[in-house]
């Protein structure tokens, strides 16, 4: 007699069964991306390192930091100021640049894990993933793990660093755990957020506000009471990081905090899972207007909608630094004359050592509002790839009105932000230097960048037009204008010669040149001309 | 009457890929022209030559009259697009993306567009990212088909739809047929271009394998008939050698042959003198006329011939 037999059971049942399977897939996904991530950050703590190294040699010149730092503004931007009095190497690196490599790990962690949790549910493959003997818990595991890797291995090589750079080793630890501890409570939260939200999109926006309120928190927390004496201070994973006092008391406690919350947050997120349906979010998607205001009409508007939160996000943001600009103008002098060798950095001209740096910031800005308006061609280009730009081409809706509003969108948003930078900049410098420049200056230096933003539009206009493929490349070229913009008096001279900025004059150190901003206003306007006309002849993709 | 499109020699290549290779199409004005080929054989990619998103590398193309390259924007005006894969933008509502697009045609009608939105039961106050692919692609074909224009370009425009909403479609095409608007219908749905379209083209690799009335497409292919005779073993010996029959099979007292149209009644006539006791005739459905186009390509597939 013969039977059909049964299969045998599988002893892999339970909400976890798979788990490692999915490890592994999570791991190979991001394997690429994390090395990236791990090189680059390595490469930035031993720039860091060597610039610290090269910079403040002397005890005078790392005391005449340490009074800059101490101020409000600057405290607001680095950390609890642990060792001021006596302020080492390690206490200015501990203080100074932990922060911000723990909010880029936070922020690689929490899009990490939106990725692998969210975006994968949204597209559907979640969905073929857990079709499989696959546990319910086993892909939130799976993500969890591949973010805990990528920011342990970020920890790892931001450690090897700074001991590199001559840094001891218990404080090295202590700063390195820091930014792991705090890469992992991001992953916890975004393990939460993900589990509310049916977008990913959504999912990385509610983790990254979460990001910033805990970095106001310590910002506010840590004026209000050095050296981690203010409640606020302890409502954020960077101040738990930051309380270890890393090369000056060097103490590990601090640290548990962090992982504990993490551990709660992932339990929180695990009890979630279990209470909603795949594909699905706890938050409801609100609903939308059933029709169109009148004002939504035209390319103008829809473009301005659709770009509306970008525009706010970039401009606060610049706005923001433009204010804390203004009010470190003040210390920054202080700083300057107590520090003569960083006259190479700013060029102190006929108005003093204020106009120079307020010169050298407003190009900063400037080269960060042209990152908006490069953004903002890559939008239309993810327009064009996404089918939506067919959709409307189909319509009768001309090439150069489609690509043309959209640069025009652009470069309005760039004047406004450029425009709002200069006068908020401009008052709060005035007011923190009392006298010797004023705001209509700054609101001038800010303006006469705009033909240089304007050129930066245009190369990527022309870029979408010609090659879309590479539009990528533009990114080597917005980094290139960064650098030489920041450090081009102390680079090899010419290496500054393709970026537009090199011509603008720099308001208020220089006085002001009409030729070569006509020419860079014109050379913008070829720039778009051209890429308009080179899209108008080519295929449409996507 | 000129055609409504008009199509010769058209060729298209993607690199070392020609997607279309000399392929010809013609559309009559006030026709419902079925436009049939598997994924990949050139319709999306002719219909976007047709749009003036993409630029024909030879060939004529001719668009209600004029140059849909050159007179892209003037051509617009008179015609709408049903994209096959529809994405909307995430931050915008079903109904502000129907309006957005309106109003850059010109304006819609709010009685056709309501409407409309009504028949396809679409909830238009849900943001673009949270649509399911079925609901996206009711957005699209409320957006094309509130547009009063004289041609109306279908790309496989009810992926993703029901059954239901698929038969609320056939409804709304078959309105705008009985107005006399021009309607191009790329699909692979065949059963919907068969209820739908007098005429069709199948295309294969770039080229246009056959195309005309879906009579004379089925008049140059065979009719099956299964007929139960009183003398079944006399057919059975004398058919095979007739001329124009095929494939005769013997089962349970039946006989199944098909036939060349041409030969048609000389072979019934020959079947009376079995002695018919009853007899059915299949024209060839679109899907025969279809797989035939592909049958070799199917063999490879491994799929056995008369196993569908």
């Known amino acids: ?542 | 009457m000129t055609d409504a499109i008009h199509i010769r020699g058209l060729v298209k290549s993607f690199g070392a890929t020609r997607a279309l290779d000399e392929f010809d199409l013609s559309v009559g004005t006030g026709e419902v022209h079925g436009f049939l080929g598997p994924n990949g054989a050139g319709k999306s990619t002719t219909i976007r030559v047709l749009l003036g998103l993409l630029r024909a590398d030879a060939g004529d193309v001719s668009l209600l009259g004029g140059d849909p390259w050159k007179d892209a924007v003037s051509l617009h005006r008179r015609l709408a697009y049903v994209p096959g894969d529809v994405n909307l933008w995430p931050n915008l509502s079903g109904g502000e993306a129907i309006d957005v697009l309106g109003r850059l045609r010109g304006g819609l009608d709010p009685s056709r567009r309501n409407e409309l939105i009504e028949r396809f039961e679409l909830d238009p106050r849900i943001k673009g990212r949270a649509y399911s692919k079925g609901n996206r692609q009711k957005v699209a074909l409320v957006a094309a088909l509130a547009a009063d224009t004289e041609l109306y370009l279908m790309d496989e425009p009810t992926s993703g739809l029901d059954p239901l909403m698929e038969a609320v479609f056939q409804q709304v095409v078959r309105e705008l047929a009985d107005e006399g608007r021009t309607v191009l219908l790329s699909s692979h749905i065949l059963a919907q271009v068969e209820v739908l379209c007098r005429r069709v083209t199948i295309i294969r690799a770039g080229k246009a394998v056959q195309s005309g009335s879906l009579e004379e497409l089925r008049s140059l292919r065979r009719t099956t008939v299964t007929a139960a005779l009183r003398d079944l073993d006399g057919a059975a010996a004398a058919l095979p050698s007739a001329n124009g029959v095929h494939n005769v099979q013997r089962h349970d007292g039946h006989l199944t042959l098909d036939i060349d149209t041409p030969s048609l009644g000389d072979v019934l006539a020959l079947l009376t003198t079995f002695g018919v006791d009853s007899l059915t005739a299949h024209p060839p459905t679109l899907e025969d006329l279809f797989l035939r186009e592909y049958s070799d390509e199917l063999a490879t597939l491994g799929v056995v011939e008369g196993s569908r």
């Open chain 1, 1 to 542: 007699m013969t039977a059909v037999a049964a299969p045998p059971v599988d002893v892999r049942s339970g909400a976890l069964s798979g788990t490692r399977d999915l490890v592994r897939v999570a791991l190979r996904l991001d394997r690429s991306r994390t090395i990236i991530w791990a090189v680059s950050m390595g490469l930035i703590v031993l720039a860091s390192m060597n610039a610290l190294n090269t910079r403040y040699v002397t005890p005078e010149s790392r005391q005449a930091r340490a009074t800059l730092i101490s101020s409000p503004a600057a405290t607001a931007l680095a950390g609890p100021g642990y060792g001021l009095d006596n302020y080492t190497i390690g206490a200015m690196t501990a203080n100074e640049i932990g922060l911000w490599i723990m909010v880029a790990v936070a922020i690689m962690a929490l899009l990490a894990v939106t990725r692998h949790l969210r975006a994968a549910e949204e597209d559907g493959r979640l969905e073929l993933v857990r079709s499989a003997p696959v546990g319910r818990n086993s892909a939130v595991v799976a993500g969890l793990v591949a973010a805990f890797v990528a920011t342990f291995a970020v920890g790892l090589v931001t450690f090897l660093g700074l001991v590199a750079g001559g840094l001891e080793v218990p404080g090295s630890a202590a700063l390195a755990g820091g930014v792991v501890m705090v890469g992992f409570a991001f992953a916890g939260v975004s393990a939460v957020t993900s589990q509310l939200t049916a977008q990913a999109r959504t999912a990385s926006a509610l983790s990254m506000a979460v990001l910033g309120i805990t970095f106001v928190l310590r910002a506010i927390g840590d004026v209000n009471g050095p050296q981690s004496t203010s409640v606020l201070t302890w409502l954020s994973p960077f101040g738990w990081a930051q309380a270890t006092a890393a090369y000056v008391d060097t103490r590990f406690w601090p640290l548990a905090i962090g992982f504990v919350v993490t551990g709660a947050l992932v339990v929180v997120a695990f009890w979630l899972v279990g209470r909603r349906d795949v594909g699905t979010g706890l938050l409801a998607e609100r609903l939308g207007r059933p029709a169109a205001t009148p004002r939504l009409t035209g390319m103008v508007a829809l473009t301005s909608r659709r770009q509306l939160g970008a525009i706010l996000s970039w401009g606060f943001g610049i706005v923001a630094m433009g204010a804390f600009v203004g009010l470190l103008a003040g210390a920054l002098v202080d700083f300057i004359d107590s520090e003569p060798s960083l006259g190479d950095v700013f060029p102190a001209g006929a108005n003093g050592a204020a106009a120079g740096a307020l010169a050298v910031y407003t190009v900063f800005l400037a080269v960060t509002t042209g990152a908006y308006a490069v953004t903002a061609v890559g939008a239309a280009r993810a327009e064009e790839v996404a089918t939506r730009g067919a959709a409307v081409l189909a319509l009768p809706v001309s090439r150069w009105r489609w690509l043309g509003s959209q640069t025009g969108v652009a470069a309005a948003a760039s004047v406004a932000i450029m425009l709002v930078t200069g006068l908020v900049m401009g008052a709060t410098a005035a007011s923190s230097l009392d006298g010797g420049v004023s705001v209509w200056q700054v609101v001038g230096a800010a303006a006469v960048t705009l033909p240089a933003i304007g050129c930066m539009l245009g190369l990527a206009v022309l870029l979408l037009g010609l090659v879309p493929r590479a539009l990528a490349v533009i990114w080597a070229y917005v980094t290139y204008v960064f650098v030489v913009g920041l450090f081009g008096a102390i680079l090899p001279d010419g290496t500054d010669a393709l970026s537009p900025f090199t011509y603008t004059p720099q308001l208020p150190a220089e006085a002001m040149d009409w030729p070569p901003v006509i020419v860079l206003t014109l050379l913008a306007a070829a720039l778009v001309v051209a890429g308009l006309a080179a899209f108008r002849r080519r295929d449409v993709v996507g």
